[in-house]
């Protein structure tokens, strides 16, 4: 498994509008993109930083799993995403070592990414996804 660097923080919040103008009225960031991906049942933002990104992340229906996330943990940092080379190799091999995934293979996600969560009872109660890009 090789490992690039964090890919992105996902930041689940309650309206992207809102949320996104500290990220770019107070940290100067840009919102490059905006995107729904509808069997997340989520919008997202992308605020690039140098090669990683924020990912605001906003649901589109009551019961989608962000909005789940924010009733019972409030609006915050959701998951931490890491970049790897071959994620079909990643995952081939966190099974091998008997790491609990949610995803047993990996599934298109926001901005065309690969990507594929590993359970938060593995990473100390961190959800951590995976993910390669072209």
Do not use: W
């Amino acid at each position: 498994m090789k490992v690039k660097h964090i890919d992105h923080i996902g930041i689940a919040v309650k309206n992207i509008k809102q949320a996104g103008k500290f990220y770019t009225d107070i940290l100067g960031l840009k919102i490059q993109g905006l995107e729904t991906v509808a069997d997340q049942k989520v919008n997202v933002a992308f605020l690039p930083i140098t090669d990683s990104e924020i990912e605001l992340l906003e649901s589109t229906e009551p019961d989608g799993p962000i909005a789940r996330y924010i009733g019972k943990k409030g609006e915050g940092i959701q998951h931490v995403a890491f970049r790897v080379e071959d994620i079909d190799e990643t995952l081939t091999e966190l099974k091998e070592k008997g790491v609990r995934l949610i995803d047993q293979k990996a599934r298109l996600g926001a901005g065309g990414a690969k990507i594929a969560f590993i359970h938060p009872k593995e990473t100390n109660g961190v959800l951590v996804e995976i993910c390669e890009r072209d």
